[in-house]
């Protein structure tokens, strides 16, 4: 019996689902509120180097709320944003402003303006248009830190990485484009910018170290160049994000607190055979800070079984609280809650009650005999859910509640019909 499990039924943070269920009802978001922290403190304490100074970003596209900037603030990470919407989210939780990196292949007028009032740490900068624009923003006597959005030419994807020849991605501006150094030196001559240095992220949920190496690699490389050529100084080098979450037996993530000092090691190294200073480097973690620590609780309603034989198990949710299997073809692994030490020996697959024939959760997954009013517990759901949801077919949008010692804390309420038509307006009235 896992420390998990009492009674055959889940508990998560040391609470039980049956009475998460009763309280909040479902679909209900429940995150492990120790795990992320304890997440962001290996982060903290991992990636550190006695001789390169270091820097951990908790990416919000993954999950964000008011709660989840508190708690990100706490445990002293920084934050990356990539809309207005993020920003002010983080703004209203009183997240400290300097420590906010602004991201984004599209940032509008507002969205820069907003980042220039409240002040924000650091933008990184996508392209020229985008560069002019903001010129033109900052008023006198203020300045803005910026970095600029590279592209080394490296797409990882889960299981492998390939060094791409064509460099089609929409963010950032190429290495291996001259006018990218022109850039650069057009930067560094505005008063109103303070050049920091690069930024670039080569992909999410990827298993392969290697990744990594080559992609610090490449960008040292770059700054290298970049000193040859035009003789200005790259100070930070920020890597992005990427690191692989488990969801189920077949994802094997690679252990972060042995990599991350190798990884820092490697860019010691690398900078000294290229002669550069050392930058410092930043990171960019979102779903492995946040993925694992989420469990999605569902009601199973019916159960279905077609003239083929495939057997369907139907829960109150939907692809709208879960984008991700119908996005990515993700794959998930689910109990039922309240009959975990049943044997799991028949083949399901979850579907969601959205107007859509490819709204399914899991595809493939072994379960005890569902039956109605059991409670369906998908695992990882931690990352790209909540943030990912919507109101399609008007559905709510689940309450978030975060767990932890053995108390429940709602930290996002369950959306009600009024919301779902706040904003709407009648023909005539
Ligand atoms: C999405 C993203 C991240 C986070 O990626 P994860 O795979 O969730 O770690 C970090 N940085 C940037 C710029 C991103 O776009």
Do not use: W
């Amino acid at each position: 019996m896992s420390k998990n499990t009492i009674n055959n039924h889940l508990y998560i943070g040391g609470v039980s689902a049956f009475d998460l269920v009763r309280t909040y009802h479902t679909p209900l978001y429940v995150m492990d509120e120790s795990k992320i922290r304890s997440q962001c403190q290996m982060f903290k304490k991992h990636f550190v180097s006695d001789h390169i100074e270091t820097e951990t970003i908790y990416a919000s596209k993954a999950f964000l709320s008011l709660a989840m900037c508190e708690l990100v603030d706490s445990e002293g990470l920084s934050l990356d944003v990539v809309s207005g919407g993020e920003l002010y989210t983080a703004h209203q939780a009183g997240f400290p402003m300097h420590k906010i990196y602004f991201h984004g292949n599209n940032k509008s007028l507002e969205e820069l303006k907003l980042a220039i009032e409240y002040q924000v740490g650091t933008i990184v900068v996508d392209h020229r248009h985008e560069l002019l624009t903001l010129i033109n923003l900052i008023p006198k006597n203020q300045k803005i830190n910026v970095m600029l959005r590279v592209n080394p030419g490296i797409e990882a994807h889960t299981h492998e990485y390939i060094r791409t020849t064509h460099h089609d991605s929409k963010f950032g501006l190429s290495i291996y484009d001259e006018s990218t150094l022109d850039l650069i030196k057009e930067i560094n001559q505005y008063d109103s910018l303070i050049f920091k240095g690069f930024h670039s992220h080569i992909g999410s949920q990827i298993f392969e170290e290697q990744s990594f190496i080559e992609h610090a690699q490449t960008v040292l490389t770059y700054i290298s160049d970049v000193y040859l050529k035009t003789g200005i100084v790259v100070e930070e080098m920020n890597l992005g994000g990427g690191f692989g979450a488990k969801y189920t037996a077949e994802d094997k993530p690679f252990e972060l607190k042995f990599f991350l000092p190798t990884l820092l090691e490697h860019i010691g190294e690398t900078s000294k055979k290229l002669r550069i200073k050392v930058p410092k480097v930043f990171i960019e973690p979102g779903r492995s800070i946040v993925a694992e620590a989420g469990y999605t609780l569902y009601t199973v309603g019916g159960t279905k079984k077609t003239t083929s034989g495939k057997q369907y198990v139907f829960i109150d949710g939907s692809m709208a609280d879960h984008m991700r299997t119908a996005l990515y073809q993700a794959k998930y692994d689910a109990v039922i809650a309240n009959k975990l030490n049943d044997e799991a020996n028949t083949s399901y697959t979850v579907a969601g009650k959205a107007c859509e024939s490819g709204d399914i959760i899991i595809k493939d997954v072994k379960l005890p005999k569902p039956e109605a009013n059991d409670i369906l517990a998908v695992k990882t759901t931690g990352a790209y859910h909540y943030s990912m949801s919507s109101n399609y077919n008007r559905l709510t949008r689940p309450a978030v509640v975060f767990v932890k010692d053995g108390k429940s804390k709602l930290i996002v309420q369950r959306e009600t019909y009024q919301d779902l038509i706040r904003n709407d307006l009648k023909l005539e009235d």
